[in-house]
Each structure stands twice: as structure tokens, then as C-alpha cells.
């Protein structure tokens, strides 16, 4: 992004909301000829107007801000549609139900894809049922600067997370009942699934 915030990205959720540019700028106590640069790209927003623009146009700051707006389609919550972001810098991990614009750090983190293991990943999950649990481990380094930061199971309701730290093992238990996904994040080479059911 070149700008801090885009004209197409204003222009585009006011027409959403069926509003003028001079209702716009009535709104924001700004003059209409103001709006139409914005819009048009000639000037850009004063920084203090950055919150009631976003307001007024009905999105959140962040995606007016990324240029991107961002529709939920996973109204059902259907946990198996579940996304996953990871903060690079401080690690925070977050799933969410469906599209979401999440920022920590003050970066704006992507969804991750999650990568079925193959030939080319040299650490295979492995996958036992003890009882009622599945055992899942993996013999993947646990060191400072390489290891497994999570393992997570998957239902169509919920997520399961287990935390893994290093020089920890890299193991995980977890309720059989409803599992259908694995995921197990590394921190050097990202997010893999596998499907148990």
C-alpha cells in the first residue's frame, strides 16, 4: 500500500452505504470538494479523521486502512472453516470463525494456509488412540530457534489448543470424540493439517 489509507477503499463503501460524498462531508464536518479528493487520490484524510471515517462508512479503521473490506461468509460458525493467524513478533495465536482483519504488534497478520504433510515434510505427525484420546506427537526439533509453538484439534464446534514450548516435547492429547483436524504450527516452516476423520 502506498498510501496510508485509499481513495477506491472510501469511494467504494460509501457507495455501499448509498451515501453522498456531501453527506459524507456533512458527516465528518468536512467540505464535499474534500471527500472527492480523497476519493480520487489529489489529497488524503487528516489522521484525526481517520476514526469517524471509518465509522461513518461502517467498517473498522484497520480495513480502511488496509484497503480491504473483509465479509464474513461463515455465518454458521462451522469450526472446520476455522482461520489461523500467528503473530510473527510476539507469537500470539489466534483462530477465528471466519474472515476477520486482526492486527497485533501493529501489523496486520494474514490467514495462514495450512499445508497437508507430505513426502517433503520431513516431521510426520503421529496419531495413537489411548482410550478415549488421541496421542498426538511428533519428532520434530523443540530447540530456541526451531520448534512446534501449537497443536490444535479441531471439531465441527470447537478448538482444542495445547501450547508447546521449547525443549518441551512436541505432544499433544486430545479428546477422540468429534476430532476431524490436526493442526501443529512450526516456526520456521508454518501451518500443517491433517485430516483424522
Known amino acids: 500500500m502506498n498510501q496510508y489509507v485509499t481513495g477506491n477503499m472510501i469511494k467504494a463503501c460509501r457507495e455501499a452505504k448509498k451515501i453522498t460524498q456531501a453527506e459524507l462531508a456533512q458527516m465528518l464536518g468536512v467540505s464535499d470538494k474534500a471527500v472527492s479528493k480523497w476519493e480520487t487520490g489529489r489529497s488524503y484524510p487528516d489522521i484525526t479523521l481517520i476514526e469517524p471515517l471509518a465509522g461513518a462508512l461502517g467498517v473498522s479503521t484497520i480495513e480502511l486502512l488496509s484497503g480491504e473490506s473483509v465479509t464474513n461468509r461463515n455465518m454458521s460458525f462451522d469450526m472446520k472453516k476455522t482461520k489461523v ?110 485430516k483424522v476423520k
Not at 94 to 123: M, N, Q, R
Not at 151 to 166: C, D, F, N, W
Open 85 to 194: 493467524y500467528v503473530c510473527p513478533i510476539c507469537g500470539n495465536i489466534i483462530f477465528a470463525a471466519g474472515e476477520v482483519v486482526i492486527s497485533c504488534c501493529g501489523i496486520v497478520l494474514p490467514p495462514l494456509e495450512a499445508e497437508t504433510p507430505g513426502e517433503h515434510c520431513p516431521y510426520p505427525l503421529k496419531l495413537e488412540e489411548v482410550e478415549d484420546e488421541y496421542y498426538v506427537s511428533i519428532n520434530h526439533p523443540m530447540e530456541k530457534s526451531h520448534y512446534i509453538t501449537f497443536m490444535a484439534a479441531v471439531t465441527g464446534s470447537r478448538v482444542e489448543l495445547v501450547k508447546l514450548y521449547p525443549e518441551g516435547p512436541a505432544e499433544a492429547r486430545f479428546k477422540i470424540r468429534q476430532t476431524e483436524f490436526i493442526y501443529y504450527y512450526c516456526n520456521k516452516h508454518g501451518l500443517y493439517i491433517k
